[in-house]
């Protein structure tokens, strides 16, 4: 099924060619919706390129541009903007293809890829903390969405469990672990013992040495210390497991970093073969000299002392994505700070061969209401787990106040509902790029862009449906079975009568979720899906407010159920697409 976007800008495009001109600048959506629902720059653009007046080219443009079909006359504004505003009975056609599509007009990848995303990646034997919701919900969302466009993915969760830390938690293992406090709680223990062998090492040399000889035995294979580092590693798979539990995400791989281990030693016999890497004072370097931002940076891949780091882990990786896993396709979503990281690996894999088409998505920083680093008191990263356990205990006091009469179970679920969507939607409904600040009042919120809001549109729709007592299908988001074609009591509008204002722009708005949905990963951004599902919310609100549902006599009544239930489903899906579900009652 084709948008109006696609169809206009076909149009357009063929006006262009009968122009004489070169196709030009892009169609989009209105940026003022009193100009019309579309427009284009391309008479500004072939203004500017051919020295000519832009309002006469799209006056030209417009001579041969036939789109009586779709839109009222187009108008040309300002400098040379050709706008474009719908025709109601266009629109009326469109809502009714949508109604009847289980993809809401979504189309599938015409080149489907084949993708590996690396999000989340906490490392062993400390408790995920709040940072790292953003790398987990974005990797999340963009996985959902990937996969409902058709795309192949998997989801990896490269966890960091190896490394020199092992030397000291082996040692604190041996010397100071209080069993009794790791059966209670493991991981603040072994983050206890942990930050104590720490502290003696950094006093104590004879303590530091000590760590660094667990450390060799560990790499060596040695019996006992391996079975140490196998016992924190899946005490914090357990923890880790809760909070995905939690946040509803799973993940197809989980390759730590001491997956690659075995194959470090190759990847620097490999790239000093290929002359990629040279010996430099000792250690194993690649230099990039014709790269300006890397000249003075090169990427260490062994150290003087023979260890390897996370660079070879990652050349490693590399290797394993597209050579194993056939990977056309992949992205990192990881912080900011690795930016030049990535950018020495991906080069390394360019000069190796690799045609994969390799991403870093980085992203911004939680901020605590001081605008600083969101801390505890005692400046510690706060745990993950408590702010989500925190998040449906808040909610769970909202449901109390607003709905009290719900059972024992039902609100248990809805309080988790409510909390992990407001987490998640805090986080998605920002620039990934943006640093914000987390504030408990403003996510839990039943005003405003939350989720709390948005998820009370969809339940304000599910009670119009229990009060008609009509029954609009339930549906399990992320299937296409079991509602084809609407077989319902709702579905008995073969046209919508789109007469009040409100319910043309609510139509409209529906219109656009396939539009947005691919522009998502052009950047990365759920925040453009998010946003979008904000003002369907307000446009459904005020459709709600001025335009009576159950009262209205038919064939107007069946209509107006008809795009609220398109509505609900369009609301459900999105919040699907960003991880987030829909209670259906508060």
């Given at each position: 099924?084709?948008?109006?976007?696609?169809?206009l800008?076909?149009r357009?495009?063929?006006?262009?060619?009968?122009?004489?001109?070169?196709?030009?600048?892009?169609?989009?959506?209105?940026?003022?919706?009193?100009?019309g629902?579309?427009?284009?720059?391309?008479?500004?653009?072939?203004g500017?390129?051919?020295a000519?007046?832009?309002?006469?080219?799209?006056?030209?443009?417009?001579?041969?541009?036939?789109?009586?079909?779709?839109?009222?006359s187009?108008?040309?504004?300002g400098?040379?903007?050709?706008n474009?505003?719908?025709?109601?009975?266009?629109v009326?056609?469109?809502?009714?293809?949508?109604?009847?599509?289980?993809?809401?007009?979504?189309?599938?990848?015409?080149?489907?890829?084949?993708?590996?995303i690396?999000?989340?990646?906490?490392?062993?034997?400390?408790?995920?903390?709040?940072?790292?919701?953003?790398?987990?919900?974005?990797?999340?969302?963009?996985?959902?969405?990937?996969?409902?466009?058709g795309?192949e993915?998997?989801?990896d969760?490269?966890?960091?469990?190896?490394?020199?830390?092992f030397?000291?938690?082996?040692?604190?293992?041996?010397?100071?672990?209080?069993?009794?406090?790791?059966?209670?709680?493991p991981l603040?223990?072994i983050?206890?013992?942990?930050?104590?062998?720490?502290?003696?090492?950094?006093?104590d040399?004879?303590?530091?040495?000590?760590c660094?000889?667990?450390?060799?035995?560990?790499?060596?294979?040695?019996?006992?210390?391996?079975?140490?580092?196998?016992?924190?590693?899946?005490?914090?798979?357990?923890d880790?497991?809760?909070?995905?539990?939690?946040?509803?995400?799973h993940?197809?791989?989980?390759?730590?970093?001491?997956?690659?281990?075995?194959?470090l030693?190759?990847?620097?016999?490999?790239?000093l073969?290929?002359?990629?890497?040279?010996?430099?004072?000792?250690?194993?370097?690649?230099?990039?000299?014709?790269?300006?931002?890397?000249?003075?940076k090169?990427?260490?891949?062994?150290?003087?002392?023979?260890?390897?780091?996370?660079?070879?882990?990652?050349i490693?990786t590399?290797?394993?994505?597209?050579?194993?896993?056939k990977?056309?396709?992949?992205?990192?979503?990881v912080?900011?700070?690795?930016?030049?990281?990535?950018?020495?690996?991906?080069?390394?894999?360019?000069?190796?061969?690799?045609?994969?088409?390799?991403?870093?998505?980085?992203?911004?920083?939680?901020?605590?209401?001081?605008?600083?680093?969101?801390?505890?008191?005692?400046?510690?990263?706060?745990?993950?787990?408590?702010?989500?356990?925190?998040?449906?205990?808040?909610?769970?006091?909202?449901?109390?106040?607003?709905?009290?009469?719900?059972?024992?179970?039902?609100?248990?679920?809805?309080?988790?509902?409510i909390g992990?969507?407001?987490?998640?939607?805090?986080?998605?409904?920002?620039?990934?790029?943006?640093d914000y600040?987390?504030?408990?009042?403003?996510?839990?919120?039943l005003?405003?862009?939350?989720?709390?809001?948005?998820?009370?549109?969809y339940?304000?729709?599910?009670s119009?449906?229990?009060?008609?007592?009509v029954?609009?299908?339930?549906?399990?988001?992320?299937?296409?079975?079991?509602?084809?074609?609407?077989?319902?009591?709702v579905?008995?509008?073969?046209?919508?009568?789109?007469k009040d204002?409100v319910?043309?722009?609510?139509a409209?708005?529906?219109c656009?979720?396939?539009?947005i949905?691919?522009?998502?990963?052009?950047?990365?951004?759920?925040?453009?899906?998010a946003?979008?599902?904000?003002?369907?919310?307000?446009?459904?609100?005020?459709?709600?407010?001025?335009?009576?549902?159950?009262?209205?006599?038919?064939?107007?009544?069946?209509?107006?159920?008809?795009?609220?239930?398109?509505?609900?489903?369009i609301?459900?899906?999105g919040?699907?697409?960003?991880?987030?579900?829909?209670?259906?009652?508060?």
């Amino acid at each position: 099924m084709e948008t109006f976007q696609t169809l206009l800008a076909k149009r357009l495009t063929g006006a262009l060619l009968k122009s004489e001109f070169l196709d030009a600048g892009e169609l989009t959506q209105a940026t003022d919706p009193r100009f019309g629902d579309y427009q284009t720059n391309a008479a500004l653009i072939l203004g500017k390129q051919r020295a000519e007046n832009s309002r006469a080219v799209a006056e030209k443009i417009l001579q041969n541009l036939d789109v009586a079909d779709l839109s009222e006359s187009p108008t040309v504004a300002g400098a040379g903007f050709i706008n474009f505003k719908l025709r109601s009975d266009s629109v009326s056609k469109k809502t009714a293809e949508l109604f009847v599509d289980d993809r809401l007009g979504v189309a599938r990848s015409t080149s489907p890829k084949k993708i590996v995303i690396d999000f989340g990646s906490p490392n062993v034997a400390k408790p995920m903390h709040v940072g790292h919701i953003r790398s987990t919900a974005l990797g999340d969302a963009l996985a959902r969405i990937a996969t409902f466009l058709g795309h192949e993915v998997i989801r990896d969760n490269h966890i960091g469990d190896w490394g020199t830390q092992f030397g000291m938690v082996i040692w604190g293992w041996k010397n100071l672990l209080n069993r009794e406090a790791l059966q209670r709680d493991p991981l603040p223990e072994i983050v206890r013992i942990y930050k104590e062998t720490n502290a003696r090492s950094t006093s104590d040399p004879k303590v530091r040495e000590a760590c660094r000889q667990e450390l060799v035995k560990l790499q060596a294979g040695d019996k006992e210390n391996t079975d140490i580092w196998n016992e924190c590693v899946a005490l914090s798979m357990r923890d880790f497991e809760h909070v995905y539990e939690l946040l509803d995400i799973h993940y197809d791989i989980q390759c730590g970093e001491s997956f690659y281990n075995d194959r470090l030693a190759g990847v620097v016999d490999r790239l000093l073969k290929s002359k990629i890497a040279e010996v430099s004072e000792g250690a194993i370097v690649v230099f990039f000299p014709d790269i300006p931002e890397l000249a003075d940076k090169p990427c260490i891949i062994r150290k003087s002392d023979g260890g390897f780091n996370y660079a070879t882990s990652d050349i490693a990786t590399v290797d394993y994505r597209v050579s194993e896993l056939k990977r056309d396709t992949v992205w990192y979503v990881v912080g900011a700070p690795q930016t030049l990281h990535f950018k020495q690996i991906f080069e390394i894999a360019r000069r190796e061969g690799h045609k994969a088409d390799f991403r870093h998505i980085p992203f911004g920083n939680i901020l605590g209401e001081d605008r600083k680093l969101m801390k505890t008191r005692s400046g510690e990263n706060v745990p993950l787990r408590q702010v989500l356990e925190e998040a449906c205990a808040r909610a769970r006091k909202i449901i109390e106040e607003k709905n009290p009469s719900l059972s024992e179970s039902e609100k248990i679920d809805i309080a988790q509902t409510i909390g992990i969507g407001a987490v998640k939607y805090a986080d998605l409904s920002q620039y990934r790029m943006t640093d914000y600040v987390f504030s408990w009042d403003k996510m839990l919120a039943l005003q405003g862009n939350t989720a709390p809001y948005l998820q009370n549109a969809y339940v304000r729709i599910r009670s119009i449906f229990r009060k008609a007592d009509v029954a609009a299908p339930v549906r399990g988001v992320g299937t296409e079975t079991g509602i084809s074609r609407r077989q319902s009591a709702v579905a008995t509008t073969q046209k919508f009568i789109l007469k009040d204002a409100v319910e043309i722009v609510l139509a409209k708005r529906l219109c656009q979720f396939a539009e947005i949905v691919p522009q998502v990963l052009n950047d990365f951004r759920p925040n453009i899906l998010a946003n979008y599902l904000f003002e369907l919310a307000n446009n459904f609100h005020a459709f709600y407010e001025a335009c009576p549902v159950l009262k209205s006599d038919e064939p107007l009544r069946g209509s107006r159920l008809s795009l609220c239930d398109l509505t609900g489903r369009i609301l459900q899906r999105g919040l699907d697409l960003l991880g987030i579900k829909v209670p259906e009652k508060m």
